[in-house]
């Protein structure tokens, strides 16, 4: 019989994380540990609950009580874990700690590697990402780029909102021109003609690189992005718009690419079935993340090698990573063994 436990983790930030929708200057996640009744194997997955989707570490806490009624123990293959998931659904990042937990046990057991048990080709020896700026007040972005290092990824990600998206970029172009940017809206535009404005005018910053726009309007939004993925100049990406029930016949007509979380997929599998429908509609392929442990990283760089663009430096953000399983040096990820 197996041993599951679920262990919350209260992880400080070094800085307030700030996005249009909500700053913290902490995040609680959760661990899951699977182990046998001798203790010869064990799996680890970690959940990184998203408010966007209603997750808690309540709600993932009462969740996995439940499951445990209803015999998560007692399962003794993927496929029973799978059946039992989907017959008593939890929530999303839940559903990937679980399963990642057992696959990473799996993997141990049968002396393979993750990518070799998915089916998927390894990841790169070192894996370039991107690093994240928070929303703040634009006076201090170049002592925050200059004090983070920020220079030495080879892409810098901006949280912006629809009030101060301007003025954080203009600093970010001063402090590094010509350095390739992600723009991250996180949902703040109201409608695509406001957004247009706001390209037009942020297309006036000299020496202003964009590689991507992110999800600058709600998911709701549809017959907006439709509008907007002719018009755009720079490529746009889906990030709330995609989720396990995607329809990605609408999202190709909205987007140009696909941010694809394993958190927010709800596990490998469904995140491996989300870069099938998105190479399979021509559209780019993100591997992103939450703020998590480097326990999560390491999970979402087996998947890396699928992946155009990777987003991965939500470890970074943690005052104390407690697991070391990921090192990044010159903006490159490189795993230690699980």
């Known amino acids: 019989m197996l041993i599951w436990t679920l262990t919350p983790l209260l992880l400080p930030l070094r800085y307030t994380w700030k996005i249009a929708r909500n700053a913290s200057d902490s995040k609680t996640n959760l661990v899951v540990q699977l182990t046998d009744g001798q203790g010869q194997y064990q799996g680890r997955g970690e959940a990184a609950?998203?408010?966007?989707?209603?997750?808690?570490?309540?709600?993932?806490?009462?969740?996995?009580?439940?499951?445990?009624?209803?015999?998560l123990g007692r399962v003794s293959s993927l496929a029973e874990l799978q059946a039992l998931l989907t017959a008593y659904p939890p929530a999303h990042a839940l559903r990937f700690a679980l399963e990642s937990a057992y696959l990473h046990r799996e993997a141990a057991r049968l002396g393979q590697s993750v990518p070799a048990l998915l089916g998927v080709p390894a990841p790169a020896a070192r894996t370039p990402t991107a690093f994240s700026l928070p929303i703040m007040e634009p006076g201090a972005v170049a002592g925050f780029m200059q004090e983070q290092a920020m220079q030495r990824f080879p892409l810098?990600?901006?949280?912006?909102?629809?009030?101060?998206?301007?003025?954080?970029?203009?600093?970010?172009?001063?402090?590094?021109?010509?350095?390739?940017?992600?723009i991250d809206g996180n949902e703040s535009w109201a409608d695509a003609d406001a957004l247009l404005l706001f390209l037009e005018k942020i297309g006036q910053l000299p020496g202003l690189r964009v590689r991507l726009l992110e999800q600058p309007l709600p998911a709701a939004c549809t017959t907006d992005y439709e509008y907007l993925r002719p018009r755009t100049p720079y490529p746009l990406f889906a990030d709330e718009s995609v989720t396990d029930t995607a329809d990605f016949a609408a999202i190709a007509q909205q987007f140009h690419g696909v941010n694809m979380k394993l958190m927010k997929a709800g596990g490998y599998y469904n995140g491996l079935q989300l870069f099938a429908q998105t190479r399979a509609h021509g559209l780019q392929t993100m591997?992103?993340?939450?703020?998590?442990t480097s326990l999560g990283i390491w999970s979402a760089l087996q998947v890396s090698a699928l992946a155009d663009v990777c987003d991965l430096d939500g470890f970074l953000i943690l005052r104390d990573e407690p697991f070391g399983l990921v090192r990044e040096q010159d903006g490159e990820l490189e795993m230690a063994e699980l």
């Open 49 to 71: 609950p998203n408010v966007r989707y209603g997750e808690s570490p309540e709600r993932l806490l009462q969740e996995f009580g439940q499951l445990l009624a209803v015999g």
């Open 156 to 182: 810098l990600k901006i949280k912006v909102n629809q009030e101060s998206g301007y003025e954080l970029l203009r600093e970010v172009v001063r402090a590094a021109p010509g350095h390739l940017l992600l």
């Open 287 to 292: 591997l992103g993340c939450m703020v998590e």
